[in-house]
């Protein structure tokens, strides 16, 4: 592996995170890929979490109301009280009233756009209250720009690859990373979902290992006042990386 190639995790060397709302009840911040919400011990190794960072920050405890993934950065929701985190849980459980979009990047070339409609089977840590095995799932999927790498693979010549908007209409655990190996585009950088050795030969060529998935955009409603929150955590500057590969113009408006 090339020794230009970088770990966003390890290259953060900022441990302010960015605020993107906060008032008496809330905290809402663009978490970092490569960072856990907070402690595991399936983790031990990982030495940066968002709860404990923020609570340092705004020298105050915090309550996470729901979770991404370590390698997923983005929109991620903080009570300030436990009131107040139990009854935004309630609503991430149920999805009622929310409203997300993701950014992604996917081996192959999807169609414009489409539903995929996939029951889903309920993961092991998983601790939501619905206990069946499998779950009715739906995420819509767009694709916005499509590259070509240099990269042969399997045969080809060269490696296809999409940026694509996500829109999860259920809450289950990888939904989007699971739903998007189910059509046979999944998205780069997933080591549990993903192809590995696609996965690091797109590393080595952007010079950069990560999962390529961003919690872009949230819109709830406040649990206090009632009004209606558009949160939006603007991509990281390593998303531009793409721009060298694109080969046609945008499929749909972004």
């Known amino acids: 592996m090339s020794s230009r190639l970088k770990n966003v995790a390890g290259d953060n060397k900022n441990n302010m995170l960015n605020i993107l709302y906060r008032d008496d009840y809330l905290a809402i911040v663009n978490k970092p890929a490569g960072w856990l919400v907070h402690r595991t011990p ?3 190794g990982e030495t940066r979490f968002v709860l404990q960072a923020l609570r340092d920050q705004i020298g105050q405890h915090v309550w996470p109301v729901h979770r991404l993934d370590k ?7 903080f009570a300030l009280n ?3 985190a139990r009854t935004l849980g309630q609503a991430f459980e149920t999805g009622e009233g929310l409203h997300k979009t993701y950014r992604a990047v996917v081996r192959g ?4 756009e489409g539903l995929i409609d996939h029951p889903l089977k309920r993961m092991p840590d998983d601790m939501r209250t619905e206990r069946m095995e499998v779950q ?3 995420s819509r999927f767009a694709t916005l720009r499509r590259f070509e790498l240099p990269l042969p693979q399997q045969g080809f010549a060269t490696t296809r690859c999409a940026e694509v908007a996500l829109e999860p209409l259920t809450g289950r655990r990888h939904q989007l990373r699971r739903h998007m190996k189910h059509i046979a585009h999944p998205i780069i950088g997933d080591a549990t979902h993903g192809k590995g050795p696609l996965n690091r030969a797109v590393a080595e060529l952007l010079g950069l290992q990560r999962l390529w998935l961003h919690a872009q ?3 709830l409603t406040h649990p206090v006042s009632g009004q209606p929150l558009v949160i939006k955590a ?10 060298a590969f ?7 408006s972004d």
């Open 246 to 252: 694109r080969k046609c113009p945008s499929v749909v």
């Open 136 to 138: 009715p799932a739906q």
């Open 82 to 84: 436990a009131e107040v």
């Open 217 to 219: 955009s949230l819109t």
């Open 71 to 77: 390698g997923t950065s983005g929109v991620l929701v």
């Open 234 to 243: 603007t991509l990281a500057d390593e998303w531009t990386l793409w721009d």
């Open 42 to 44: 399936l983790d031990k």
């Open 109 to 112: 070339w999807p169609a414009d």
